[in-house]
């Protein structure tokens, strides 16, 4: 199956420093993302139910940009990345996000992240 990169933007009212925040620590990543997760050095345990996923830390520079890539992966070029900016004029803070899925899997993978990212909206009191 062929595979597509999925690239969205998400606005805040939160600050980068916050954002940042809930994109790489547990206890802000199980109020959005997962029902727990578990790091060790670069490699993070994500639990969903009877679910586990490990990923690798590819890029992390605070409060700008955090990535990483899934285990098992056949394409090393493909990672879940979150990039914070800040929007010039109205100092709101963008999060571009970037993902890979399976090409027929693009409408459904679109609704998950909108929906994920609504919810990040509500924990990070920038919604």
């Known amino acids: 199956m062929k595979r597509a990169q ?13 954002l940042y925040q809930f994109l790489t620590t547990p ?3 199980i ?5 727990n997760v578990e790091i060790d050095g670069e490699v993070y345990t994500f639990f969903w139910g009877d ?11 605070e409060d700008e940009v955090f990535s990483l890539r899934w285990e098992g992966l056949h394409n090393d070029q493909e ?5 914070i900016t800040e929007a010039p004029i109205t100092g709101e ?3 571009t996000l970037t993902d890979y899925c ?8 679109k609704r998950y992240w909108d929906k994920q990212m609504s919810e990040l ?3 990070s009191g920038g919604g």
């Open 6 to 18: 999925l690239k969205q933007e998400y606005i805040f009212r939160a600050s980068p420093q916050i």
């Open 31 to 35: 109020r959005w993302f997962c029902d």
């Open 93 to 95: 803070t963008i999060l």
């Open 51 to 61: 679910s586990t996923d490990e990923a690798t830390v590819v890029e992390d520079v």
């Open 121 to 123: 909206q509500v924990a």
């Open 79 to 83: 990672r879940l990345e979150f990039r």
């Open 27 to 29: 206890s802000c990543l």
């Open 102 to 109: 399976d090409e027929n899997e693009v409408k459904d993978q």
